[in-house]
T-cell receptor, first 113, second 111 residues
């Protein structure tokens, strides 16, 4: 158990819809990262937050947005969903003593029908 | 733009033998490299890392080698055990920037 929690575990929705994925980092970790893993693909970095502020941005679509709240949990919002958005979405966290190492949650499997 | 590449999607090894997983990268600015292991239905877990100022780091059965001139790193597992069967991702970053992950290599250790 990495200490990072993600909800929900599975999500099935239709094209055009909007969903919110939630992540709670390890206790004390200030950084939260979001990744997308599509079939046969590596982990694609989407975005990083540090203590509530956006720190780095990767290949995140404009239809996607994220935020980190004062209690440090984070949400990834995916809107106008397309079939190609079906993937595993992982959240990871890191802290001041583990900045070289990220701890991953179990992921949310999103299926867009 | 795949800055970190794992060209072998899968690898099978007999129990007790050495497993060698390879990773290539293109960005000479990377100063830290990591290996993660992933079991089905779980998130990746950190395995071992190496700084760009080193060429080898060892942790028990796991050793990572870095060849900066070739922009290549490898993970050696000796001896391989059935519980090592998983997908292994290599990752790299340079300070202040994002992490880049490879596509993973699925290792099967045959008892």
């Amino acid at each position: 158990d990495s200490g990072v929690t993600q909800t929900p575990k599975h999500l099935i929705t239709a094209t055009g819809q909007r969903v919110t994925l939630r992540c709670s980092p390890r206790s004390g970790d200030l950084s939260v990262y979001w990744y997308q893993q599509s079939l046969d693909q590596g982990l694609q970095f989407l975005i990083q937050y540090y203590n509530g502020e956006e720190r780095a941005k990767g290949n995140i679509l404009e239809r996607f947005s994220a935020q980190q709240f004062p209690d440090l949990h984070s949400e990834l919002n995916l809107s106008s969903l397309e079939l190609g958005d079906s993937a595993l979405y992982f959240c990871a966290s890191s802290g001041p003593t583990s900045y070289n190492e990220q701890f991953f949650g179990p992921g949310t499997r999103l299926t867009v029908l | 733009d795949q800055q970190v590449k794992q060209n072998s999607p899968s690898l099978s090894v007999q129990e007790g033998r050495i497993s060698i997983l390879n990773c290539d990268y293109t960005n000479s600015m990377f100063d830290y490299f990591l290996w993660y292991k992933k079991y089905p239905a779980e998130g990746p877990t950190f395995l071992i890392s190496i700084s760009s100022i080193k060429d080898k780091n060892e942790d028990g059965r796991f050793t990572v080698f870095l060849n900066k001139s070739a922009k290549h790193l490898s993970l050696h597992i000796v001896p391989s055990q059935p519980g090592d069967s998983a997908v292994y991702f290599c990752a790299a970053y340079h300070t202040g920037n994002q992490f880049y992950f490879g596509t993973g290599t699925s290792l099967t250790v045959i008892p």
